[in-house]
């Protein structure tokens, strides 16, 4: 076992277009121990690549998240995340989480699947009929963008605002940006939950607004960021895994074609995808160690953080054959894409049927559908994905 090794190395590591890792990461799952790093901002840390570390991490309770607001946590971007889910242990986290988990069980969010196929639908209908599109804008972001802003009561007309906040927030790199998008949004959410108080409506705002004025089991502060993370993270890992989950099957001709020929195959070819693409631009949101834990043959002292790179985790040789490569119809996929333990994601239901709806109807609707040009990907975001993707079909 080991307690440290030497200088920390400077990480993220090189960004790469399209959905390759950097070679550091296969590096690092091959020697032995933990990485030490050091991020642009916050203190040194452990970076665990390996997806047993990985899942220890996420998993064990002697690893802490909220300790991450009382110490000058270690991150991409200068803008800190202290407030919401991702910044709490049970059992604070399991009152929050409880209240709205109950709109993202399995059986609920199937309920919605004729839904999302019918609006997926329509927008193939308007790529069809256009000859072509931007995969991204036209197709990726309108689904979810949809689908948690019904659930929230969002209205139409102001989905472009949140969308343009929502990006800044997600910027890495201008502290003032951040900061500005996210009093932004809390003050968008703020006056939503004033107007579900005067005017209820059938949706999650609303349920959440009851539970804190009727049940008080929420504060304020806690409703307003609550329905903030919801908003944020409802949308955009969502339409970037749908956008490189089409680059990923539309750069290889073949993998297409095979699911135009075999749809019944979608569901486990989704996981595949899941588990393959990364949407991550790093390692995010660290644990702090509650107290010594050894971790993949390095001890992590008491109140030292670990980062853990999920992307690097997924393609683990250790886990899976073959783990560099998508293999459509792999089994047994037990990937990390939505993490593990108590912040494994909320909205992991809503989004896998958002993806298999997505691709399904990009296959039925336009099996000769193609790249159309140069992919741009996104800079600066800690989401990674295509930005714009040009797309074309025959017919």
């Known amino acids: 076992m080991t307690t440290a090794s030497g200088e920390p190395i ?11 890792l950097d070679d550091a990461y296969a590096a690092a799952r091959d020697t ?16 665990a690549t ?27 971007a200068p803008g800190r ?18 209240l709205v988990a109950k709109a993202f069980t399995a059986r609920r969010v199937e309920r919605s699947r004729p839904r999302v196929a019918e609006f997926a639908a329509g927008l193939v209908r308007e790529v069809k009929a256009a000859g072509g599109a931007d995969l ?41 940006l951040f900061d500005v998008n996210r009093e932004r949004l809390r003050d968008y959410f703020a006056d939503l939950v004033a107007r579900r108080r005067a005017e209820p409506a059938d949706d999650l705002m609303t349920a959440l607004v009851e539970a804190r004025d009727a049940r008080d089991r929420l504060s304020e502060e806690e409703l307003v960021d609550l329905s903030l993370g919801l908003l944020v993270a409802g949308h955009e890992t969502t339409a970037s895994m749908i956008a490189g989950s089409a680059f990923a099957l539309l ?36 644990r702090y160690a509650k107290e010594d834990v050894e971790v993949g043959g390095t001890v992590v002292r008491a109140g030292q953080p670990v980062m853990v790179a999920i992307g690097a985790a997924n393609r683990d040789r250790l886990r899976y054959d073959l783990g560099e490569e998508l293999v459509l119809d792999r089994a047994d996929n037990t990937h990390l894409a939505f993490g593990h333990g108590a912040h494994h994601c909320l909205g ?16 039925a609707g336009v099996p000769d559908l193609r790249l159309a040009g140069e992919v741009e990907w996104k800079s600066l975001m800690i989401v990674r994905g295509p930005k714009r993707m040009p797309v074309t079909s025959g017919s």
């Open 251 to 286: 750069d290889r001709r073949d993998r297409w074609e095979r699911l135009v020929a075999r749809p019944d195959l979608l569901p486990v070819a989704v996981e595949e995808l899941l588990r393959y693409v990364p949407v991550s631009a790093s390692a995010l949101f660290s």
């Open 10 to 20: 400077a990480y993220p590591f090189a960004p790469s277009d399209g959905l390759g």
């Open 81 to 98: 995340l202290t407030t919401g889910l991702m910044a709490m242990d049970p059992p604070e986290h399991t009152r929050l989480r409880t």
């Open 348 to 363: 992991a239901p809503l989004a896998r049927l958002e993806v298999q709806e997505a691709l399904r109807a990009l296959l």
């Open 50 to 76: 390996r997806y047993a570390d990985v899942r220890l991490v996420l998993g064990d309770v002697r690893f802490s998240r909220a300790a991450a607001a009382e110490r000058d946590e270690p991150r991409l």
């Open 32 to 47: 032995a121990g933990l990485l030490r790093v050091r991020m642009p901002f916050g203190e040194d840390a452990w970076l």
């Open 136 to 176: 991204v804008e036209d197709y990726a972001l309108p689904i979810p963008v949809a689908m948690i802003c019904d659930l929230l009561g969002v209205p139409v007309a102001d989905r472009p605002s949140f969308r343009e906040w929502s990006n800044g927030l997600l910027s890495s790199g201008d502290v003032e």
